[in-house]
T-cell receptor, first 110, second 112 residues
Framework: NAGVTQTPKFRVLKTGQSMTLLCAQDMNHEYMYWYRQDPGMGLRLIHYSVGEGTTAKGEVPDGYNVSRLKKQNFLLGLESAAPSQTSVYFC?????????FGPGTRLTVL | TQLLEQSPQFLSIQEGENLTVYCNSSSVFSSLQWYRQEPGEGPVLLVTVVTGGEVKKLKRLTFQFGDARKDSSLHITAAQPGDTGLYLCAGAPTSGTYKYIFGTGTRLKVLA
């Protein structure tokens, strides 16, 4: 089992560009999450999903959109990237209270 | 907005020393988790505590959930260089939710 995988690992964008981050899990988990991690601020929840076809806003959803068309995939989109979105993005999936995290995507917006 | 404050933010100690990391809030949580994160990787869950006053042990690590379920501590006995990492606490505001609020983190460095 690969667990939770994220694509890409690194990305540099210019302000105003768009991109999609892909998260995939092979554990048949219902719940999936997108977080961002910034120095001194821990992890902040962007959006989450409680099952295929459902999404909900987290703590910091502005500037991001998500989709969960298939149970195993959770996509995070940035329509018009801003320097404030420079961060490390983590995807997670969970069974009960046990969250499994991916390795992260380091995004820099210039 | 519920917040989880961790202290200290940074800790550098010698191998063999003991240490305690704290996770505090003014809000009640139905459960609380502790994670360890190494550079370039995602956090890995260490433990979940759900009952006020609960104590769990994982080898040299002891986790405690406060009686009022507003705070938690992580105690490491005889720290080793392999314990180096970022320790994060995360609380679930309500029972049955899988939406956790993460603390600000404690960065631990254990010197050989």
């Amino acid at each position: 089992n690969a667990g939770v995988t994220q694509t890409p690992k690194f990305r540099v964008l210019k302000t105003g560009q768009s991109m999609t981050l892909l998260c995939a899990q092979d554990m048949n988990h219902e719940y999936m999450y997108w977080y961002r991690q910034d120095p001194g601020m821990g992890l902040r929840l962007i959006h989450y999903s409680v099952g295929e076809g459902t999404t909900a806003k987290g703590e910091v959803p502005d500037g991001y959109n998500v989709s969960r068309l298939k149970k195993q995939n959770f996509l995070l989109g940035l329509e018009s990237a801003a320097p404030s979105q420079t961060s490390v993005y983590f995807c997670a999936s969970s069974w009960s209270t046990w969250q499994y995290f991916g390795p992260g995507t380091r995004l820099t917006v210039l | 907005t519920q917040l989880l404050e961790q202290s200290p933010q940074f800790l550098s100690i010698q191998e063999g020393e003991n240490l305690t990391v704290y996770c505090n809030s003014s809000s009640v949580f139905s459960s609380l988790q502790w994670y360890r994160q190494e550079p370039g990787e995602g956090p890995v869950l260490l433990v979940t505590v759900v009952t006020g006053g609960e104590v769990k042990k994982l080898k040299r690590l002891t986790f405690q959930f406060g009686d009022a379920r507003k705070d938690s501590s992580l105690h490491i006995t005889a720290a080793q260089p392999g314990d180096t990492g970022l320790y994060l606490c995360a609380g679930a505001p309500t029972s049955g939710t899988y939406k956790y609020i993460f603390g600000t983190g404690t960065r631990l460095k254990v010197l050989a």
